[in-house]
């Protein structure tokens, strides 16, 4: 059934649960994931890890009832020597993946990340920050598409990457 013209998706987010991890692991050897997390065993293990952290919310994004993206957020203040702990303090990180293929390319990673975003500049972040591969194209293209603007290009301890941030229109970093 076709939302009406001009009502945009409402994702709802929801913490990860032990039960979600096999499906986590499907996901994860799709070949449209495995060219960016590598490996799904040592992915899915970094999503346990995720699970314990304090720093690192990890969340299923579902659509109509059904997950269709992992969608992980993040304090780089809270880690020492984070790469991204230079961006303004209360700045959050996000990474996204859908899961499904069949949901890729239709506007859905574009779509969820601006209303998460749009959340949690309601909650008072004043900066969202997402770090794509250089290379990853779509992705580059769906962050842009959700608000997002490059900042610079940086080798981290993840690879190299193209920081990108959406800024809170209530702040001003100038």
């Given at each position: 059934?076709?939302?009406?013209?001009?009502?945009?998706?409402?994702?709802?987010?929801?913490?990860?649960?032990?039960?979600?991890?096999?499906?986590?692991?499907?996901?994860?050897?799709?070949?449209?994931?495995?060219?960016?997390?590598?490996?799904?065993?040592?992915?899915?293990?970094?999503?346990?890890?995720a699970m314990e952290d304090?720093?690192?919310?990890?969340?299923?994004?579902?659509?109509?009832?059904?997950?269709?993206?992992?969608?992980?957020?993040?304090?780089?203040?809270?880690?020492?020597?984070?790469?991204?702990?230079?961006?303004?303090?209360?700045?959050?990180?996000?990474?996204?993946?859908?899961?499904?293929?069949?949901?890729?390319?239709?506007?859905?990673?574009?779509?969820?990340?601006?209303?998460?975003?749009?959340?949690?500049?309601?909650?008072?972040?004043?900066?969202?920050?997402?770090?794509?591969?250089?290379?990853?194209?779509?992705?580059?293209?769906?962050?842009?598409?959700?608000?997002?603007?490059?900042?610079?290009?940086?080798?981290?301890?993840?690879?190299?990457?193209?920081?990108?941030?959406?800024d809170n229109d209530d702040?001003?970093?100038?």
């Open positions: 059934m076709k939302k009406p013209a001009g009502r945009s998706k409402a994702y709802e987010f929801r913490a990860v649960e032990p039960d979600d991890l096999p499906l986590l692991a499907e996901w994860l050897r799709q070949p449209h994931l495995l060219e960016w997390w590598g490996k799904a065993d040592t992915a899915l293990a970094e999503i346990m890890a304090v720093a690192i919310e990890p969340l299923i994004v579902e659509l109509d009832g059904q997950p269709i993206a992992y969608l992980q957020t993040y304090d780089p203040h809270l880690e020492d020597d984070h790469p991204y702990s230079d961006q303004p303090f209360g700045t959050l990180g996000v990474d996204v993946s859908i899961g499904p293929a069949e949901y890729l390319g239709k506007g859905h990673g574009s779509s969820l990340l601006r209303q998460f975003t749009d959340q949690l500049f309601a909650e008072g972040a004043p900066r969202v920050i997402i770090d794509p591969h250089p290379e990853n194209a779509r992705a580059i293209r769906a962050y842009t598409k959700a608000g997002f603007q490059s900042v610079e290009e940086r080798d981290t301890r993840f690879g190299r990457v193209l920081l990108m941030a959406r702040e001003d970093f100038e």
